[in-house]
């Protein structure tokens, strides 16, 4: 066989349940001169079967089978079988979208670099899709023929399967990964500093699983074998940053070190048996003392944990390892003020008195204490906007005699609004008054003042003797994303959002272009539009991903006495044709509409929308959605039911939502995923189905866990996930934005406080 051009290594261990979703977007890829070589690393379930599958079914996959040695030799066997041009690694749970391989092989050969790297984003069913913590500051801007000596930032990148290497590279090098865990670093790091040059794509070139429940430092069960082998990797990289790094890159991967592996190792404190405190110190030691750090610029808790473990202070390592996992740093943690230094603040954290940790330390001064807002409902009344959300004094606790006032901003002018307070969640996980709603008549306030847009929101708020004062707030995640807008008058669209720094704003939209229907007909979106400009033309273009290229349908345009009428008819097959996935675990792709006229380009509003307008395209679905800017969308992916409407029925909770007949429902449930795990229970419900339409309804005290467990500090003691069986597998239920514009939905039930919600694009139902 002729040589390939990429040889792609799939070592695999116990994955049974992951290894298909894998290989096939890896089987998807739209470059196609490839090979994939697995590698059976003795895995103990039935994964060799889906292996061998592949190999049948495409010639390109081959399989190596050898006793279980770990995942680095793993991988070193793999590349020995490897004989392409370039090499690159993929974990046997993960996923690879569809386009990354073409984006990345094609850099590579446009530059002459050693290596490319690319973004990567987290996922699971429950969480959605989210970016990757450690790879966002690397991989935030498109770089081509860089170094790490010219952007030490890319310490932080230090996974391999995110890269693709020239092979010649690599074998000039004489890469191998060692036989311990935490093999990625001393890999990646010395080939940033060997290399020539690397590429840097910020767009999603690799999907990274999660538990179900969440991934974090307080869920990992200690192992001294594992700590160990954290510290050996660790040595090994700091060996080699000795030998070859400049300044700049040392100091930045020795900040790396104690911001994530230091806390790694105190938090093991909490767990860690009698036996192994003594030599789970001595490893803590053997680390630290080889970083140099200026430790004054972490933040307060972590010096702590620092000061505690070189000195070696076992049992302030205990209670400072507890502390965080039983959630004392939910917010900030909690701060009171020092009697001799009124202007100072101390906090509530263990050791005081005790630690060789600065006093400072456990200071906080007065400037640290900030205004902290968030949205979390928007609704309207005719042409009054009301906004529910939360303010609070960042580390204080709120008390029952503090004062908020509240004032639209107008330019320069601040116009009072009557402020109700009430208890919510706050930023510690507690219930108190930090709950705040205010009501604005746009109309009323139009003809008092000449309006100056975008409009914001003040807060002002005394906590005791601390005062604070700042703008509103972005939303917090969920249903405040999706606001409904309102027409101040017939030229002037008035949409709720997220302005500039974080504040949240009403933006004005003149003469918008807007939707005024939508339906799907004989295999196409028909599309209604208004438009205030007599037109000649019009077109529909649906904006996609290269090399996908973009869609013109060509739209009838109607004279009409407010200006111009637009229908276009979308067909479902040419929507979908050439074009692929976003990203390979929804398998659904998110595509920007435009009207482009003889009067320029516009967007499409839609200000009546009541829910998404979709259509069968064999195993597809099409469908007409809204942005959370209330703009008109097009999406494409599986025919996967979706939750349009709630309510609460009494003391149970109804959720109502639309099915497909190319992919049908089997079953419905809420699951609790527990701390730390992909295990779950599982809420008993009735679900009736009829016509398209579906409903799950489930008692309160379903919901109600016997024994509170949030997955992590400061979660809700219980929370559930609106679950959907299908021949393709369990899926999360998607929430339209038709139902997360009306979200959150509160209720009481047996003594506990209730909330529907949604998450990462869910259906999710919270109790505290």
């Known amino acids: 066989m002729p040589t390939p051009l990429l040889s792609i290594v799939v070592p695999y261990y116990g994955v049974e349940a992951y290894l298909h979703d894998c290989l096939e977007s890896l089987r998807r890829q739209t470059l196609t001169d490839f090979e994939v070589v697995m590698v059976d690393d003795g895995s103990p379930d039935n994964s060799i079967e889906i292996a061998e599958r592949f190999c049948a079914r495409d010639e390109r996959f081959k399989l190596v089978i050898q006793e279980n040695q770990g995942l680095g030799p793993a991988r070193n066997t793999g590349t020995a079988h490897a004989h392409g041009e370039f090499i690159t690694y993929v974990d046997s749970d993960d996923l690879v979208p569809f386009n990354a391989y073409a984006q990345m092989v094609g850099s590579l050969q446009r530059t002459g670099s050693s290596f490319v790297l690319g973004n990567a984003k987290r996922f699971s069913r429950t969480s959605g899709v989210r970016q990757s913590w450690t790879h966002q ?16 930032e890319l310490v932080m990148d230090r996974m391999v399967w995110n890269k693709v290497y020239r092979r010649s590279f690599w074998d000039e090098y004489g890469y191998a990964f060692p036989p311990i865990r935490y093999e990625d670093y001393p890999v990646t790091l010395k080939a940033h500093l060997d290399a020539l040059t690397v590429d840097v794509i910020n767009t999603p070139t690799y999907f990274w699983r999660e538990r179900e429940s969440g991934d974090s430092i307080t ?148 400037t640290s204490l900030r205004l902290r807002s968030t949205v979390d409902h928007v609704a309207w009344m005719g042409s009054t906007v009301t906004l529910r959300g939360t303010a609070e004094i960042s580390h204080l606790p709120m008390v029952a005699d503090s004062e908020l006032e509240a004032s639209l901003i107008n330019g320069i002018q601040r116009i009072p609004l009557a402020v109700k307070r009430f208890e919510t969640v706050d930023q510690h996980a507690d219930r108190t008054l930090v709950g705040f709603e205010v009501s604005v008549d746009l109309e009323q306030v139009d003809k008092e003042y000449e309006l100056v847009w975008p409009l914001r929101f003040e807060l002002d708020l005394r906590v005791g003797s601390m005062r604070r004062k700042a703008h509103l707030g972005g939303p917090r995640g969920g249903s405040p994303n999706y606001p409904h807008g309102h027409w101040l008058s017939d030229h002037e669209w008035i949409q709720p959002g997220r302005g500039t720094k974080g504040a949240y704003v009403l933006h004005r939209v003149a003469d918008p272009v807007i939707v005024t229907g939508a339906s799907a007909t004989d295999g196409h979106l028909v599309l209604e539009c208004l438009s205030p400009d007599r037109l000649r033309r019009a077109d529909v273009v649906i904006a996609r991903t290269a090399p996908a290229t973009p869609v013109t349908i060509a739209a009838e345009v109607i004279e009409d006495e407010r200006g111009s009428r637009v229908i276009a008819r979308i067909p479902g097959e040419q929507a979908l044709e050439g074009d692929y996935p976003d990203d390979p675990f929804t398998l659904r792709s998110v595509r920007a509409l435009r009207l482009d006229t003889d009067l320029g380009s516009h967007n499409l509003t839609w200000p009546a929308h009541h829910g998404a307008v979709s259509l069968e395209s064999g195993d597809e679905l099409v469908s007409l959605v809204r942005t959370p800017f209330g703009l008109a969308n097009l999406t494409h992916g599986p025919a996967n039911p979706s939750a349009v409407t709630a309510r609460v029925d009494g003391s ?76 393709t597998g369990d899926q999360a239920v998607a929430c339209q934005a038709a139902l997360a514009s009306v979200l959150p939905l509160d209720w009481e039930a047996d003594g506990r406080h209730l909330t529907l919600t949604t998450v990462a694009e869910t259906v999710r139902a919270q109790v505290r």
């Open 137 to 152: 500051k690397p991989c935030a801007t498109p770089r081509l023929a860089t170094h790490v000596l010219e952007r030490p």
């Open 219 to 366: 869920q990992q069960v200690f192992r001294y074998d594992n700590l160990l082998d954290r510290v050996v990797s660790a040595e090994m990289v700091l060996d080699i940053l000795d030998q070859q790094a400049s300044p700049e890159v040392r100091q930045a991967t020795h900040d790396y070190f104690t911001f994530i592996d230091v806390i790694a190792l105190a938090q093991a404190f909490a767990v860690v048996p009698e036996e192994d405190v003594e030599r789970t110190i001595e490893l803590g030691q053997r680390l630290v003392n080889r970083l140099q750090v200026n430790i004054g610029s972490r933040p307060r808790f972590d010096q702590i944990q620092w000061h505690a473990l070189r000195a070696g202070d076992a049992e302030l390592l205990h209670d400072l390892a507890v502390f965080r996992d039983e959630g004392g740093l939910v917010g900030g943690g909690h701060v009171h003020r020092r009697r001799s230094r009124p202007w100072e603040f101390d906090a509530d954290f263990p050791g005081r008195g005790r630690s060789t940790a600065p006093a400072k330390t456990y200071a906080y001064p007065m």
């Open 652 to 727: 149970d909770l109804v959720v109502e939502g639309v099915e497909w007949s190319s992919l049908p429902p089997t079953a419905f449930s809420w699951r609790r995923f527990l701390p730390g795990s992909d295990d779950y229970a599982e809420a008993s419900c009735d679900v009736v189905r009829a016509d398209g339409r579906w409903q799950v309804t489930v008692p309160s005290a379903q919901l109600i866990p016997e024994v509170d467990q949030p997955i992590q500090p400061g979660a809700p003691a219980g929370e559930w996930t609106l679950f959907v069986e299908l021949a």
